[in-house]
Every structure is written in C-alpha cells, then in structure tokens.
C-alpha cells in the first residue's frame, strides 16, 4: 500500500493499533470418531443381533408355550437386543456427536470474529472501532484523493490527525484556543482580527476542505456504526458471520439472527436432552446438563466456557471428554456383553465341530476295524493251515473226514496260498462318505479356533487397556469381525448342533449298512467277506494261489 508522503504514514501508523484485532485461537477436536458399520455388531441386523445373545432369537417349542411362531419370536429377539444394547450405545452417540457441535459453536461463538466474540460485549466501544474501521478504510481507498492535489496530503494528514485527537481526547472541544485575555474580550476589553482568505469556492480553500473531509467521513462512519446497530438489533447483541476484503468491506455471509438461535440452542442443548429424558441410557452427563448453568454462575460469562481455569482444562473441553467417556463406556460394556456371548457360540460351535471330528475318526478306525475282523474271518475259512511268517497257508481242498474207530481226522491237502489283505475297502468307503464331511470339519474347526483368539484377544483390548484409542480400535474391530462374518452365530451354532445330531445317525447307519453289504450280499464284489458264500471262498483261494 502507497500513501503520499511519510508524515501521512506516521499518521497511519499512530491510527494502526486502534485497529489491530486479536488473535484466532485453535479449536481442538470435537470428540473422539467411531465408525461403526450398520450390518456390524452395533446395527441392527442379522449379524449383530445374532451376535449377541439378547431374547430369544429363534421359535422355541413345548407344552408350556401352545404358540410361538418363528417370526413373531424372531422379531421380538431383535426388539430385545435394539432396546437393551443398541439404544444405550445410540443415545450415548448422540450425546458425544452433540457435545462435539456444541463445542463447535460455542468456540465459533466466542472467537469468530477475527479472535473476538460474535456478540456485543461493549456498545461504545465496539462502535468506537467500527468508527476507527470506516477511517481507515476511507483514507486508504482513494475516496479523498478528489481533494485539490495543492494540498490533499495535508488536507488528508490534518483529518487524520484531527480525528485521532478528537477519539483519544473527546473533552478537547471544551478547550478554548483564544490566545488573548478571553474574559477582556467576552467584556469588549478587547479585539483581535484575525487575516483570512476570501476564498468563495471552501473546496479551493484547505480550511474548508478539511472541513468537509471531517463531515464526510464523520457521516460514512455514524452509517457504519447505524448498520452495527441494526445487525446486533436482528441478533440481539451477536454479529453475523461476515467476509471482508483488504479495506475492511464486509459482507454478511450468516445472519445475526441465525447466529444467535444456534448459540442459543447448543448452550440449551443438554439441559433440554436432560429435560426430555425417560430411559436410563438417555440421560447426558452432569457437565454437558449444566452448560447454560455455568455460563450464568461463571463470572467470565460465555468467555468461561472455553478457558482454561489453571491447570484444568477448559469446561467445554471436559464436557466432550464426559460425554466421549460416556460413549466409550457404553460401548464397551455393550461389546464385552456380545464378546461373551460370541464366544460362548465360538466354544459351543467348536465343541459340536469336534464332537463331528471325533466321531468321524471313530466311524473311520470302525470301518478299518471291521475289515480287519472279515479278513480274519476269511483267512480262517480258506487256510486249512496256521499262517507263516510270510504269509502263506495251505488252502482247504474238500470237507475233512473223521475214522469212526480211532476218531482220526483227515483233511484233504490243498493249494499253496500267499495271503495279501489290504485296506482298500473300509478306505474306498471313508473317502465316498467321510472324507468330504471331514474337510469340510477341520476348516471349520481352524476357523473357529482363529474365532476364540480373536474374541480373546478383543476382551482383553477393552477390559485390560487404559488406551482409550485401544478400546476404540478393539470395537472397530469387533464391529468388522461382525460385518464380515468372521465370527459364528446362533444360527451357525445351531447348524452345527443340528449336523452333530444328523452326522451321528449317518454314522451309525453307515457302518451298519457297510458290514451288511460286506457280509450279506451274494455278490463276491460287494459281498467280499460272505464267508458263507462259497463262491467268495474260492475268489480269495484263486487269488492268493501261489
């Protein structure tokens, strides 16, 4: 900026400090972020509902419940868990979400205005600057550079000056400058004529444009300090939110009116959640309920609610980490109740998994067990001999005859034999049947393991922390595992249960079925170890004959 001559800017600088405006202030952060996904553990879906085991959640029978149909259960189960674990945790959000907003604007509120509040705190001075303001901009944004060019640097300084003079010694105008004897003078004692310009035209006389520069920015300033007044009327006391360009022109981007109603709704806020509460879970902390209550107690006013008081961290500041504590803790109680609870479905979906393990390995060593005692069996009635060390025997030849007289039996002498038995048949059958519901097990079983470590170690990350971030990141956690399906649910435990119940009758059925059909069938494929079908013995003869 470019001004005349150095005396007009030692002028401006002598005026500059009136004009000089406090320093913004940084606000802190509102409150501490969640993110929570509805289809996690804190919506009210299927995955989270399930999750937590609030009411009853499927249709349960017996002689003491004539009726109970699936869905009226189903929905009752997810009414239970909305009202008693999601409500808590929402209301607590809410008041979080709020006292951060409240936050916001109160800050706004008592520093938006370039550091200062958007509310009147002192009329005559505050209309002082606006004065100041309109000087300033007048003198800088060539409004007065029309004045005669002979003497508009002095015409403009002489303003400068005389308005300065006047603003820090407004009793000066009672200050006669009669340099003679004022009383002689008032009796007629005495007269003193002063030489002047007989100028006709004030603008070409510097007296007189003086004059009419004082005049001139006198009446844009009273318009200035008419317009405060008015926009303080429409917000009753509080300013708008405006933008000003370089020379302090401004434009009211946000009401007065509007800046008033939301102060005056965030600071009433708590009080009236506190007013309206009928639950337990909705009613806010003490500090967030007494906000309007300090502001009236507290000898700085609304200033009060955003300093610090010593060492203590400033009221505002403590009611968002109240209420993001109180958040904090419903969540965490909310979630250490749905860990226990998934990890009681993780244990007893685990236990049905390995019941299923367990008694697939015992169909398995049934099945080679069996095999084992037919081809015994079949050893037995195609050897007329002990085994040897390497297997061989001497097969039967015909029925064996006994002398009456002496009691002496004969056996007729047979074939050399190479015994081979194998597992092939109880294995074709635990491949064809057991092997796939096997598979399908050890995946489910090393998915429920992860399951249990991640549940204990998501316990342990809320209950055994004192970071609140941790505890934070323990429910984000939690509430992913949900969305994503990473832990079982009722309906999972039930499946599992259910393919327990369904996969012992297979079992039990299977092995009985495989000995009948080993045993029994007429055919020597499939009827391998029919001992009593001749035509088995002579497959296993024609097949071990050396």
Request: net charge neutral; with cysteine.
């Amino acid at each position: 900026m470019r001004y005349g001559t150095t005396s007009f800017v030692i002028v401006l600088a002598l005026i500059a400090p009136l004009f000089a405006s406090a320093q913004t202030t940084d606000t802190p952060a509102t409150s501490d972020s969640y993110a929570f996904k509805r289809s996690g553990v804190f919506g009210c879906s299927l995955q989270g509902s399930y999750s937590m085991s609030v009411g009853a959640m499927a249709a349960v029978g017996g002689i003491y419940v004539p009726v109970n149909d699936a869905a009226v259960t189903l929905n009752t189960g997810y009414l239970v868990y909305k009202e008693c674990v999601l409500r808590g945790v929402v209301n607590r959000q809410r008041e979080a979400a709020t006292a951060g907003t409240v936050k916001q604007v109160i800050s706004t509120t008592a520093t938006g205005r370039d550091g200062n509040p958007l509310y009147l705190q002192k009329v005559g001075a505050e209309q002082l600057d606006v004065n100041d303001k309109a000087w300033l901009r007048i003198l800088q944004d060539g409004s007065l550079e029309t004045v005669n060019p002979a003497f508009n640097t002095a015409v403009k300084r002489a303003a400068a000056q005389g308005y300065v003079y006047a603003r820090n010694n407004p009793t000066s105008q009672f200050r006669c400058q009669y340099a003679g004897n004022l009383k002689s003078a008032l009796e007629g004692k005495e007269f003193r004529l002063a030489t002047m310009g007989q100028l006709m035209n004030p603008a070409c006389n510097p007296y007189f444009a003086y004059e009419m520069v004082q005049d001139y920015t006198q009446g844009v300033a009273a318009y200035d300090v008419n317009n405060l007044m008015t926009q303080l009327g429409w917000g009753d006391g509080f300013y708008p939110v405006q933008q000003c360009d370089e020379l302090g022109r401004c434009t009211s981007v946000t009401p007065s009116s509007v800046v008033r109603s939301n102060f005056t709704q965030a600071l009433q806020t708590g009080f009236e959640q506190q007013a309206r509460a009928n639950d337990i879970d909705q009613m806010v902390g003490a500090l967030f309920s007494g906000i309007t209550s300090q502001v009236l107690g507290d000898s700085r006013g609304i200033q009060g609610l955003i300093q610090k008081t010593g060492s203590q961290s400033s009221y505002i500041d403590q009611v968002v980490r109240e209420s993001a504590q109180g958040l904090r803790d419903a969540a965490g109680n909310a979630a250490l109740q749905i860990l226990v609870a998934a990890k009681q479905v993780e244990t007893g979906f685990k236990q049905a998994m390995e019941a299923i393990a367990s008694l697939l390995a015992s169909t398995a060593q049934d099945l080679r067990a069996k095999e084992s005692a037919c081809w015994s069996l079949i050893i037995q009635k195609v050897c007329a001999t002990p085994l040897a060390a390497d297997n061989t025997c001497t097969s039967t030849a015909g029925a064996c005859t006994t002398d009456p007289t002496t009691g002496e039996q004969t056996c007729p002498t047979g074939d050399k034999l190479k015994v081979a038995t194998s597992t092939a048949r109880s294995q074709q059958v635990i491949t064809n049947r057991i092997a796939s519901y096997a598979s399908t097990t050890v995946v489910n079983i090393e998915k429920s393991n992860q399951a249990v470590v991640l549940v204990d170690r998501l316990i342990a990350g809320i209950t055994n922390s004192s970071s609140l971030d941790a505890q934070r990141v323990a429910l984000q956690q939690l509430d992913n595992l949900v969305a994503q399906r990473a832990l079982h649910n009722q309906y999972d435990l039930q499946a599992a249960q259910k393919a327990r119940d369904d996969i012992t009758a297979t079992m039990e059925t299977l092995i009985t079925d495989t000995v009948k059909a080993w045993a029994d069938s007429p055919d020597p494929n499939v009827g391998w170890c029919n001992v009593n079908n001749n035509a088995v013995l002579d497959m296993w003869k024609a097949r071990w004959k050396s």
